[in-house]
Nanobody, 116 residues
Framework: VQLVESGGGLVQPGGSLRLSCAAS????????MGWSRQAPGKQRQWVARSMGGGITEYGDSAKGRFAISRDNAKNTVYLQMNNLESEDTAVYYC???????????WGQGTQVTVSS
């Protein structure tokens, strides 16, 4: 599946952004969809994922501030990010794992910069 992220940009500390990930096909049967991020000089870090049955999970950095959601009708996954901090500055990547045990497909990423 092809994935295209959007919604990144420059935001002040404490602000909010909503990232979108549009898939090229139906996402209703995709096993896992989620978001990871990579800051300069750091390894890619898992942020959040949405699994079948409405199950969502979050990395420690996202708990209480970020929310992932799926809109199957629009084949889109969202990441609502609130109370952003400078440490959230990174390129955010959407991923999709179609079936358990298979490799993930990745989008091209969208830059999020948190700065005053």
């Amino acid at each position: 599946v092809q994935l295209v992220e959007s919604g990144g940009g420059l935001v002040q500390p404490g602000g909010s952004l909503r990232l979108s990930c549009a898939a090229s096909g139906s996402i209703s049967s995709i096993y896992v969809m989620g978001w990871s991020r990579q800051a300069p000089g750091k390894q890619r870090q898992w942020v959040a994922r949405s699994m079948g049955g409405g199950i969502t999970e979050y990395g420690d950095s996202a708990k209480g501030r970020f929310a992932i959601s799926r809109d199957n009708a629009k084949n889109t996954v969202y990441l609502q990010m609130n109370n952003l901090e400078s440490e959230d500055t990174a390129v955010y990547y959407c991923f999709a794992i179609k079936m358990r045990g298979t490799a993930a497909d990745w989008g091209q990423g969208t830059q999020v910069t948190v700065s005053s």
